[in-house]
């Protein structure tokens, strides 16, 4: 019933330099490091706004960085991006028609407000604030309405065309081309829109892409031609925005530099220019070293100890709306149809080969020894940051079972020859398994080589996949064509607010990269999306059913939870890192004199 933004988390970047030379770390997991014992930090403890209580000064610069180790698209538009790179890089010029509690329920504080109509099945939004775009021109319920106009166009070439969208009464036959207009989204006035659905379901009361949060200049987009639309300079280089910034110079894969939106609802920005610029991994500890940064997006937890007490900075913390996991390749995408077919004789079809693939790895020894207590063992497909709907005691795949690993595949014919090292499938054909993982970082490779000792050691011949890492734009342009050199990826996910996740697994989500279908998964989602869901008892026991469904599968496995860190310089103030902030930080952030 869902679809929403989800972004593909940074390269894992991980962290296995020493200590966890084979895959059996977890039967030692209280020493390492020649012997010490990990200490652990806890993000619940961090800060999570700068501590500067100084008025900032006016006419500042601020410098910031976003640690990848490739480039970024470019596609600054919230209906074209993918990737949680282009979304660092649209905060300070971006924004939300929404804001939300600290349950990511929307609120009133926003620039637009939603009020929910379960009944009547529909949800109008009005625009609360005098804000315009930064060419001048006011935000108008066009603006609300164009996004969904392009979403649901036969030419999009996005990947946001899913359920959610469907589910808005006459979007299929604007999608088909049988309409000219969508039925459903009505324009009340100037400043109200009203969107008529055929279902209603709980993540609607979220602010997340259940009901679209962003707006789009309808006085330019509406004369752009949707077919290569994702190409234009109204979406890579020209961009038009209502947040505290513009971005006034983009070099292309690089850097970004925003100076004020003049024409901002809200408080009067404080910096005269941020710059946001890449930042590769392998230096970004030196460049705080010789402070050239002052805030940095997108830290790498795995080397912590080395910069957290870098003189001129502090760290803020937070958990992370994301996990990492290990996902199966089980079918394809069909395109005409706009949906996942699962293929029963894909070689990772049987379950019990991935249920031991899962046991076989140690993520508790990689969490505790290598991000020092910031990242966990994920015990369940929803982490624990939705208190309210993750599984605590489910038990997963969060601890190593070397002898559980063995009998499964055991028992389900996956056994050598004599004299061989690894196992051969049920047929008694080799099985050489193709694993996908991605660059970035130092410790990327060796990771990426645990995993597979770990695999190796319950005799299973896994490859990396082109016989080498991939780079993140590569490893996903892989995953979404369904590559047959990929039978097996790790990669991460950036949740959006709403703790359902049909917009990642449903059989219409262009998300779902394993392609994993079947009727209990449906049922399920559609279960936790339904309008008995709007019972919170109710909506938490299916996702309870559910999580059960998905360890038992294995299409996918989680593997951690993440924290997400923030080295900030002393000199920055005003700025509020939390989710539930109820104006935009990026207005209120600044820099004073403090060196």
Same mark, same amino acid.
């Given at each position: 019933?869902?679809?929403?933004?989800?972004?593909?988390?940074?390269?894992?970047?991980?962290?296995?330099?020493?200590?966890?030379?084979?895959?059996?770390?977890?039967?030692?997991?209280?020493?390492?490091?020649?012997?010490?014992?990990?200490?652990?930090?806890?993000?619940?403890?961090?800060?999570?706004?700068?501590?500067?209580?100084?008025?900032?000064?006016?006419?500042?610069?601020? +410098?910031?960085?976003?640690?990848?180790?490739?480039?970024?698209?470019?596609?600054?538009?919230?209906?074209?991006?993918?990737?949680?790179?282009? &979304?660092?890089?649209?905060?300070?010029?971006?924004?939300?028609?929404?804001?939300?509690?600290?349950?990511?329920?929307?609120?009133?504080?926003?620039?637009?407000?939603?009020?929910?109509?379960?009944?009547?099945?529909?949800?109008?939004?009005?625009?609360?604030?005098?804000?315009?775009?930064?060419?001048?021109?006011?935000?108008?319920?066009?603006?609300?309405?164009?996004?969904?106009?392009?979403?649901?166009?036969?030419?999009?070439?996005?990947?946001?065309?899913?359920?959610?969208?469907?589910?808005?009464?006459?979007?299929?036959?604007?999608?088909?081309?049988?309409?000219?207009?969508?039925?459903?989204?009505?324009?009340?006035?100037?400043?109200?829109?009203?969107?008529?659905?055929? +279902?209603?379901?709980?993540?609607?009361?979220?602010?997340?892409?259940? #009901?679209?949060?962003?707006?789009?200049?309808?006085?330019?987009?509406?004369?752009?031609?949707?077919?290569?639309?994702?190409?234009?300079?109204?979406?890579?280089?020209?961009?038009?925005?209502?947040?505290?910034?513009?971005?006034?110079?983009?070099?292309? *894969?690089?850097?970004?530099?925003?100076?004020?939106?003049?024409?901002?609802?809200?408080?009067?920005?404080?910096?005269?220019?941020?710059?946001?610029?890449?930042?590769?991994?392998?230096?970004?500890?030196?460049?705080?070293?010789?402070?050239?940064?002052?805030? #940095?997006?997108?830290?790498?937890?795995?080397?912590?100890?080395?910069?957290?007490?870098?003189?001129?900075?502090?760290?803020?913390?937070?958990?992370?709306?994301?996990?990492?996991?290990?996902?199966?390749?089980?079918?394809?995408?069909?395109?005409?149809?706009?949906?996942?077919?699962?293929?029963?004789?894909?070689?990772?079809?049987?379950?019990?080969?991935?249920?031991?693939?899962?046991?076989?790895?140690?993520? &508790? &020894?990689?969490?505790?020894?290598?991000?020092?207590?910031?990242?966990?063992?994920?015990?369940?497909?929803?982490?624990?940051?939705?208190? +309210?709907?993750?599984?605590?005691?489910?038990?997963?795949?969060?601890?190593?079972?070397?002898?559980?690993?063995?009998?499964?595949?055991?028992?389900?014919?996956?056994?050598?020859?004599?004299?061989?090292?690894?196992?051969?499938?049920?047929?008694? +054909?080799?099985?050489?398994?193709?694993?996908?993982?991605?660059?970035?970082?130092?410790?990327?490779?060796?990771?990426?080589?645990?995993?597979?000792?770990?695999?190796?050691?319950?005799?299973?011949?896994?490859?990396?996949?082109? *016989?080498?890492?991939?780079?993140?734009?590569?490893?996903?342009?892989?995953?979404?064509?369904?590559?047959?050199?990929?039978?097996?990826?790790?990669?991460?996910?950036?949740?959006?607010?709403?703790?359902?996740?049909?917009?990642?697994?449903?059989?219409?989500?262009?998300?779902?990269?394993?392609?994993?279908?079947?009727?209990?998964?449906?049922?399920?989602?559609?279960?936790?999306?339904?309008?008995?869901?709007?019972?919170?008892?109710?909506?938490?026991?299916?996702?309870?059913?559910?999580?059960?469904?998905?360890?038992?599968? &294995?299409? #996918?496995?989680?593997?951690?939870?993440?924290?997400?860190?923030?080295?900030?310089?002393?000199?920055?103030?005003?700025?509020?890192?939390?989710?539930? #902030?109820?104006?935009?930080?990026?207005?209120?952030?600044?820099?004073?004199?403090?060196?």
């Amino acid at each position: 019933m869902k679809y929403k933004k989800l972004f593909s988390v940074v390269a894992l970047g991980a962290a296995v330099t020493v200590g966890l030379s084979a895959c059996g770390g977890g039967k030692s997991d209280k020493k390492s490091n020649g012997g010490k014992t990990e200490k652990t930090e806890d993000v619940s403890k961090f800060p999570v706004k700068t501590s500067n209580q100084e008025k900032a000064k006016e006419g500042g610069t601020l +410098e910031a960085a976003v640690v990848m180790d490739t480039q970024f698209k470019g596609m600054f538009s919230e209906t074209f991006s993918e990737d949680n790179y282009d &979304a660092q890089f649209m905060q300070p010029s971006h924004e939300s028609l929404f804001t939300s509690n600290g349950n990511f329920e929307t609120t009133d504080d926003g620039v637009a407000k939603k009020d929910i109509d379960v009944d009547g099945k529909k949800i109008t939004i009005t625009i609360t604030k005098d804000a315009k775009w930064s060419d001048g021109k006011p935000l108008v319920a066009d603006d609300i309405i164009q996004p969904y106009l392009i979403i649901g166009n036969k030419d999009y070439s996005g990947i946001r065309y899913g359920e959610d969208f469907q589910n808005i009464v006459g979007m299929d036959e604007y999608h088909d081309g049988k309409a000219d207009t969508i039925s459903g989204i009505k324009k009340v006035d100037d400043k109200t829109v009203e969107i008529s659905y055929k +279902e209603m379901n709980p993540g609607m009361k979220q602010t997340s892409e259940t #009901v679209w949060t962003s707006a789009m200049p309808s006085h330019i987009f509406k004369d752009i031609p949707v077919k290569g639309m994702e190409s234009s300079d109204a979406v890579r280089k020209n961009i038009v925005t209502f947040g505290p910034y513009k971005m006034e110079k983009i070099n292309t *894969g690089e850097s970004v530099e925003y100076t004020p939106n003049e024409y901002y609802y809200g408080e009067k920005p404080k910096l005269s220019k941020i710059t946001m610029r890449v930042a590769p991994s392998s230096s970004i500890v030196e460049s705080l070293k010789a402070k050239k940064y002052d805030m #940095v997006f997108s830290m790498p937890t795995d080397n912590y100890p080395n910069y957290k007490d870098i003189e001129g900075y502090e760290i803020l913390g937070r958990q992370d709306l994301a996990y990492t996991y290990i996902g199966f390749k089980l079918g394809k995408w069909d395109g005409a149809k706009g949906e996942s077919v699962y293929n029963p004789d894909s070689k990772m079809a049987n379950k019990s080969l991935r249920q031991a693939m899962g046991y076989a790895i140690d993520n &508790a &020894a990689v969490a505790n020894k290598f991000y020092n207590g910031l990242r966990q063992p994920a015990n369940a497909i929803v982490p624990p940051i939705f208190d +309210e709907f993750s599984d605590k005691s489910l038990v997963g795949y969060s601890k190593q079972d070397i002898d559980k690993a063995n009998k499964l595949l055991d028992e389900a014919g996956y056994k050598k020859k004599d004299g061989e090292e690894f196992r051969r499938d049920p047929k008694g +054909e080799k099985l050489e398994i193709n694993f996908a993982s991605m660059s970035g970082g130092e410790t990327a490779q060796p990771l990426a080589e645990y995993y597979m000792d770990c695999w190796k050691e319950i005799g299973l011949d896994v490859k990396l996949s082109t *016989g080498r890492l991939i780079e993140f734009q590569s490893f996903y342009d892989k995953l979404k064509n369904d590559s047959p050199d990929v039978d097996v990826y790790q990669a991460a996910w950036g949740l959006s607010s709403d703790p359902s996740q049909s917009g990642l697994y449903g059989p219409k989500a262009a998300f779902n990269y394993t392609r994993f279908v079947s009727d209990e998964n449906t049922k399920l989602l559609n279960e936790i999306d339904s309008e008995k869901s709007f019972d919170g008892k109710y909506r938490t026991d299916k996702f309870k059913e559910w999580q059960e469904y998905v360890a038992d599968e &294995a299409f #996918v496995i989680p593997t951690l939870f993440r924290d997400a860190v923030l080295p900030v310089s002393d000199k920055v103030t005003g700025f509020d890192w939390a989710y539930d #902030v109820t104006s935009n930080p990026w207005s209120h952030v600044g820099v004073t004199d403090k060196k």
